[in-house]
C-alpha cells in the first residue's frame, strides 16, 4: 500500500517561488511514476508534471513550462515540484498521486493520492 503526503504549499507573493514535496508515510516512491496534479475552486483537476522512477519529468500544462520543475531524489523517498515565478492563476490545491507504469495527464489514470497542500499566489 502507498501512502503519498504533500508539503511546502503556502502563501507566496506574485513572482515568488515554492518547493513542494511528496513522500510516502508507506511503501516506496523510487518504484512509481508520481505525478503533481492542482484543483482550483470550482474548476477540474488539472496535471501538471510527472517524473518517472528514473528521474525524467515532464510538464503536461502549457502554463507551468519555463516555471514548474519537477525531481526526485529516490534515496530520500522524495519527489519534489519546484515552482518559480508563480501566477495568482497557480493558486490551487496541489496533489502527488502514483500510479504503475508511465505518466499520464490524466488524472484519472492514477490510483494513489495524497490529501494536497494549498498554494495562494496573492499580494
Known amino acids: 500500500q502507498l501512502e503519498l503526503m504533500e508539503s511546502g504549499g503556502g502563501l507566496v507573493q506574485p513572482g515568488g517561488s515554492l518547493r513542494l514535496s511528496c513522500t510516502a508515510s508507506a511503501g516506496t516512491l523510487a518504484d512509481w511514476p508520481i505525478g503533481w496534479f492542482r484543483q482550483a475552486p470550482g474548476k477540474e483537476r488539472e496535471g501538471v508534471s510527472c517524473t518517472m522512477p528514473g528521474g525524467g519529468a515532464i510538464n503536461y500544462a502549457d502554463s507551468v513550462e519555463g516555471r514548474f520543475t519537477a525531481s526526485r531524489d529516490n534515496a530520500k523517498n522524495m519527489v519534489y515540484l519546484q515552482m518559480n515565478n508563480l501566477f495568482p492563476e497557480d493558486s490551487a490545491v496541489y496533489y502527488c498521486?502514483?500510479?504503475?507504469?508511465?505518466?499520464?495527464?490524466?488524472?484519472?489514470?492514477?490510483?494513489?493520492w495524497g490529501k494536497g497542500t494549498q498554494v495562494t499566489v496573492s499580494s
Open positions: 498521486a502514483a500510479r504503475p507504469r508511465a505518466c499520464t495527464y490524466w488524472h484519472g489514470d492514477f490510483g494513489h
